[in-house]
């Protein structure tokens, strides 16, 4: 199922693995929801690792 919200409290009751969507590529994402936050808080771009599987 993906489950695609803004809503950070259902994330964090459903979510068991998170995926990074971005610059037309899809990738797991080994950070938390709250790694995830800081990050976007950072104005940092969100960017999938070039050699993820």
């Known amino acids: 199922m993906i489950l695609v919200t803004h809503d950070m409290h259902l994330l964090g009751l459903v979510a068991d693995r998170l ?15 709250e790694s995830y936050r800081k990050l976007l808080l950072s104005g940092k771009s969100p960017r999938p690792e070039a050699n993820a599987a």
């Open 19 to 33: 995926w990074l969507v971005s610059q037309g590529t899809v990738a797991p994402y080994d950070g938390d929801l």
